[in-house]
């Protein structure tokens, strides 16, 4: 890896094969970083560096504003160890495993990249789906899906519920769910080849809550939907509910509730027994639990500058039902000197979490 490479976002495509995009200090860039993509066959115990030529690394804890580095990346999915995806704001597709990219354009979308961006993409069930809202935040957004046997043919597709502002979406292949609407219910679920969806109200939903965060495994014939809320903030903290489904969406089951510090950005599941959520505010926190959710676990940063400024966690997921990985802050958030961001990855279901060495 280049000397100064930092990562942004990460993705595996199977329990060893991972690719993070991230970026290196340089002068060409409108942001000073350019993107530079990490590929690893050995669960990230060593990497291999793809340049992405002329591409801005966009840091992610910046890509809700309203002027983010045009044409720019700041986040990676894989379908394989082939076909990918770099996004947000602009989309760039590879079939090569990050040799040479492609930025694409979806018919009835313009400037994409520019005053339009992908916010999310996720891959299950045969297709990739992404998410794309103004740079504004505000206005319509879209839900744009393609097929992975065609993977540059993206097309809007009708959304569960008219779309307005900043919107969640996590997809695998049990199936999909649509969180943070501005409406009620506050997410959809759809099954994985069904064209209908379905409301998720969720205990939290019935206490006049919305903006649900949530998450779906699937192990075997085990699976399920995790949904999270918050039920009250003070400063710096919030009292967050964690509900569990194994049928769809038709019954919760409440779990005790994680610690109260920090505000809950994500919710990710392996198991019905291995679940995680990140939360930030003036600290970084990673709570884990190993047991559904009866007690919670929290990881220490140690030393690092960015957990204790409160740097978001991204792309916090599970590959398995016990491993699973996320990314701390990105490419220049902490200042000149520091740490500016940081790859973790767990191989006992969130127990414990070892940082990565690019």
Do not use: H
Request: charged share 10%.
């Amino acid at each position: 890896m280049p000397a100064g490479f930092y990562p942004s976002s990460a993705t595996f495509v199977s329990a060893t094969d991972a690719f993070a995009l991230g970026g290196v200090p340089c002068s060409s860039s409108t942001t000073g970083w350019c993107a530079e993509l990490a590929s690893s066959t050995d669960t990230g115990a060593t990497w291999t560096a793809a340049t992405l030529s002329g591409i801005p690394l966009d840091p992610r804890f910046t890509i809700s504003k309203s002027s983010p580095a045009a044409n720019g990346v700041s986040t990676v999915r894989f379908v394989d160890q082939s076909v990918g995806y770099a996004f947000g704001p602009a989309l760039y597709l590879t079939t090569d495993g990050g040799g040479s990219w492609t930025q694409l354009s979806v018919p009835g979308i313009s400037g994409l990249g520019s005053t339009e961006a992908v916010r999310s993409l996720e891959i299950g069930g045969g297709t990739a789906t992404a998410v794309v809202e103004p740079t504004s935040g505000t206005g319509q957004s879209y839900l744009i899906t393609a097929r992975v046997s065609s993977p540059q043919s993206f097309a809007v597709e009708t959304p569960p519920a008219t779309l307005s502002g900043s919107m969640g979406y996590f997809r695998n292949s049990l199936g999909e769910i649509v969180y943070g609407l501005r409406t009620s219910p506050g997410a959809y679920f759809r099954a994985s080849g069904s064209s209908s969806w379905t409301g998720l109200t969720s205990p939290c939903a019935t206490k006049g809550i919305r903006g649900v965060i949530g998450s779906l495994y699937l192990n075997g014939s085990s699976e399920g939907i995790v949904a999270g809320c918050t039920l009250g903030v003070a400063a710096g903290s919030s009292q967050k509910e964690i509900d569990l489904s194994t049928d769809g969406g038709s019954s919760w089951r409440t779990l005790a509730a994680p610690p109260f510090p920090g505000d809950m950005s994500a919710v990710a599941a392996g198991s019905s027994s291995n679940i995680s959520v990140a939360a930030e505010s003036g600290a970084s926190f990673l709570y884990s639990s190993t047991n559904g959710g009866k007690t919670w676990s929290t990881f220490n940063f140690g030393t690092s500058p960015l957990a204790s400024g409160g740097y978001p966690l991204f792309d916090l997921g599970y590959t398995s039902a016990t491993q699973a990985f996320c990314i701390l802050g990105s490419p220049s958030d902490a200042t000149s000197g520091q740490t500016q961001s940081q790859m973790y990855i767990s191989t006992n279901g969130g127990a414990s979490w070892s940082p990565v060495t690019f």
